[in-house]
């Protein structure tokens, strides 16, 4: 059954955009994940084939897309391999806090580069000491003339090795009360004195995607690269988090989907004590539970997204669909490994890289302890 949100324009972008991931893509994503880079090559094809960022408006070079394409593109980016989750990130996390809160000068400065590749984003919430607890970061950013003179560090961010500009969460006011009003958005630049990165950090999965830390030594970033208002960065976030988490439940829900098909394929072709592993009846059960959590979560995910697409508010709705989801699609992956036996265990093997990817969809974009925190505090308890 296909999505309510999906009109024929959208089946056929998915096909030439399939075609796209075909050559450009699967070919070379295990040398990806084993080079630990995927190569700015790849986000220029993407950039020249208008893949990137395609809802931006037509003003600055995009095609005002509506979501369901972006939902498309998360899909089939997800298909090829939980790595490219960096090009999600730069799409539709990042690019819309300029399309959102940008001014006109800033929006006609980067934007048109965000949709042709020749600038990667990233977005710098968490800091070695603050994760969850967002509000107690301790970057700071001091104004002097007119600059902001920028202070902290940032951990594991997304595209942090390739980003030229950086959506940077900082304390304007450190002394504000409540904290979180003391938080802006500034906007880093590549070549930004006093602005180093790490190193490229070693992560359990997503081996080609360029997890990095950030430091900034007094670094000058130019007052007009505050984004929207001082003062109104936590609130910015939390209104974009809800797509953010919507791409994360969207991709996990692939993932999910994915390894159900490489389990099934996998016992139907695997013969044991004179039989297909997938002739078991206890197989055949796990397969059964597998494929109702899978319709459960698409049925759920597809509802979400369109309520997002009404412009409903979704932040409930949106923190169950990323805890659930990603929890159900961490249960698919042990199971999918166990019916594969030790060949599961094997590089080789596609469901071994799976299943170590997933977990972090259960972490990034808030864990699944603060989503059940959201929920909770809308259950009048
Ligand atoms: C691969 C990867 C990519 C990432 N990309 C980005 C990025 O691009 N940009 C960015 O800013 N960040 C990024 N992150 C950071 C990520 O968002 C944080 O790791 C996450 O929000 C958790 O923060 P923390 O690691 O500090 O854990 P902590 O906040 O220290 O949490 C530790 C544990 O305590 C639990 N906990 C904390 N507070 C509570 C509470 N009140 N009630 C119950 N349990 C609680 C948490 O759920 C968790 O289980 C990335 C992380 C990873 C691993």
Not at 302 to 311: L, P, Q, S, T, Y
Not at 334 to 359: K, V
Request: glycine letters at 8%; one cysteine or more.
């Amino acid at each position: 059954m296909t999505a309510r949100y999906l009109r024929e324009e959208h089946h056929i972008f998915r096909e030439a955009f399939r075609k796209f991931l075909e050559k450009e893509a699967y070919p070379y994503y295990d040398e990806w994940e084993q080079r630990g880079i995927i190569p700015r090559s790849f986000w220029a094809k993407m950039g020249e084939n208008g893949f990137l960022c395609p809802w931006v408006d037509e003003k600055y070079g995009g095609l005002n897309a509506d979501f369901a394409y972006s939902v498309v593109i998360n899909e089939e980016l997800e298909k090829v391999g939980s790595s490219l989750v960096g090009i999600g990130l730069h799409n539709d996390i990042v690019t819309p806090y300029i399309a959102s809160y940008g001014t006109e000068e800033q929006k006609q400065k980067w934007l048109p580069k965000c949709i042709s590749g020749e600038l990667i984003t990233a977005i710098a919430m968490t800091e070695p000491g603050a994760g969850s607890d967002l509000a107690n970061i301790s970057t700071t950013a001091v104004k002097d003339g007119d600059y902001y003179i920028v202070n902290g560090q940032k951990t594991f961010i997304t595209n942090g090795i390739h980003a030229d500009l950086i959506v940077v969460a900082c304390k304007t006011d450190p002394h504000a009360k409540p904290p979180h009003r003391g938080i802006s958005l500034l906007v880093v630049e590549r070549d930004t004195p006093g602005f180093t990165r790490g190193r490229k950090l070693e992560k359990v999965g997503l081996h080609a995607q360029d997890t990095a830390e950030l430091f900034f030594q007094d670094a000058k970033v130019p007052k007009e690269n505050l984004l929207g208002e001082e003062g109104k960065g936590f609130y910015y976030l939390m209104e974009k988090l809800q797509q953010e988490r919507l791409v994360v439940a969207i991709a996990a829900q692939t993932a999910a989907e994915v390894m159900f098909s490489l389990a099934k394929h996998y016992v139907k072709q695997r013969s044991a004590f004179g039989r297909r592993v997938s002739e078991f009846q206890t197989v055949q059960f796990r397969l059964a539970e597998m494929a109702t959590d899978i319709a459960i979560g698409r049925t759920f995910v597809d509802r979400v997204i369109e309520e997002h697409m009404a412009g409903k508010q979704i932040v409930t709705e949106v923190s169950m669909a990323k805890w659930w989801i990603t929890e159900m699609a961490k249960r698919v992956a042990a199971e999918a490994m166990q019916l594969h036996g030790g060949y599961g265990y094997m590089e080789e093997y596609e469901i071994a890289r799976r299943y170590r990817d997933i977990p972090v969809s259960a972490i990034y974009a808030g864990t699944n302890e603060m989503m059940k925190t959201i929920i909770a505090r809308q259950l009048d308890l």
